[in-house]
């Protein structure tokens, strides 16, 4: 079983400079469960 966890997006202050900005697509198993309840998993990218 797989769980449907999932952050597309975080953003964290660098210790010395900036920020540390890291995006993850959303996982196939995932994208597979929003198509079969009629999500738009294009949506998730958003």
């Known amino acids: 079983t797989r769980l449907h966890l999932h952050a597309r ?3 964290i202050p660098h210790p010395d400079k900036g920020v540390i900005d ?3 697509p959303m ?3 995932m994208r597979q469960s929003w198509n079969l ?3 738009d998993d294009a949506s998730a990218e958003d």
């Open 37 to 39: 309840i009629g999500f």
């Open 22 to 24: 890291v995006t993850a």
């Open 9 to 11: 997006r975080i953003i």
């Open 27 to 29: 996982p196939p198993h």
